[in-house]
């Protein structure tokens, strides 16, 4: 009866989106679930999070997380409601941040449902969250923390291994192992030149790969970041200003203050006082300063056991009183608060009360989605919506992109790690041209079966 107990793959979500990450791996006897990632960004995108699932959870047997990014588990809450209860293998740098990650999404969506609610707008009456706080404290009992490079058996002959992506802290590829079948995972690949982490690990050996496409049609440029940084923040200090830098709560913050830090011992910038002003980048920092002071494999060897952003005159604010005091403040000094694309958070606040004098310096650090507000400032609008009224733009606004994912040509490398190379490579977490332009990449490169697969596509692994 060959075929019936193939192992196979189901593309469960990140099918032609870079958001809802979820792969399904049967293989007769289990059922694996790769990330378990939330849909987010448009509309259309977001009620997907609200289809109905498309197994059932409880048949689930274990669910592998690559990392602590939203779209990778932030469905997870959501699955444990709807009855799954099996084991979340990750890595502790994963768990430590996902529980950050997980609570703050849940609060969050609680409190819009609330808004919805109160300003009577939602379709659903009442508008529900997708799942809340209490929803995401239930995920906690279920993480099994696992080291990096270390095989585990996950029973029915099902073996994996998770090993550094160089993405964000705890951020793994994961192989899974199966009728002598070994498919390995990407994950969210990053840079080798990230300044905390190792660069991602070599694949060593993929009969079948599946990799994300992010930045699939696009190259890096690099260039000296932080002169960019030293230069704009400089200036606004010249001119008696202060900066204010919109950064994502997880990781950007600690590259942002990785470069601060050198700056400062450099002498590049003056010793100034630097407020990190995120509840969740605050919980994030102590989870990477813990993490580096225990010597994780997953760091570089030259910070490992030190004590980060010594150089700076840092200071987290934690309360909404402590953040409303930054107010009062002048002279020189950075502000570094989420959200990166400043769709919202505390980083609004200090936008309206910033932004309309010349002397500031206003950075932008990451990913900008198209018609967010961080997207109209890069563009140059001069007048920007915030909290109901227009403010405008007097602040200087720059762009300094620190890119924690890789491009084309390190998406390709990596691929080309495996000995041999994988016979077939599915290319998903993209938007279809990018993930269109790996797939071509792959063909021309490597001349092996690549494929961008669709949302909800099966396909088996042992032809
Ligand atoms: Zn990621």
Known sequence: MQGLRSPTLRFLGAAGTVTGSRTLLDTGDSRILVDCGMFQGHKRLRLMNWEPFPIDPK??????????????CGYLPRL???GFEGPIYCTEGTRRLTEVVLKDSGHLQEEQAAHANRRGYSKHDPALPLYTREDADRCDPLFETID???PIDLGNGVETSFAGAGHI??????????????VVFSGDLGRPTHPLLLPPAEIGHADTAVTESTYGDE????????AGIAEAIGAAFDRGGMALIPAFAVDRTEVVLWHLDRLVADGRLPDVPVFVDSPMAN???DVYQDVVAASSPEIRPEIRGKRLFGSLRLTETRTVDESKELNDRSGPMIIISASGMATGGRIIHHLVHRIGDARNVVILVGYQAPGTRGDR????ERHIKMLGAYHQVRAGIRRVELSTHADRSELLDWIGTSSPLPGTVYVNHGEPAASQALVDGLHARFDLTAIAPTKGELVRLDL
């Open 219 to 226: 190259e890096h440029h690099d260039v000296d970041h932080e």
């Open 377 to 380: 400032l890069a563009k140059g």
């Open 283 to 285: 919980r994030a920092l």
């Open 148 to 150: 990096f490079n270390t």
């Open 169 to 182: 802290l705890g951020a793994a590829s994961i192989s899974v192992e199966v009728d002598h079948i070994r």
């Open 59 to 72: 048949s689930i047997d274990a669910v592998l997380l690559t990392h602590a990014h939203l779209d990778h």
């Open 80 to 82: 444990v409601k709807l």
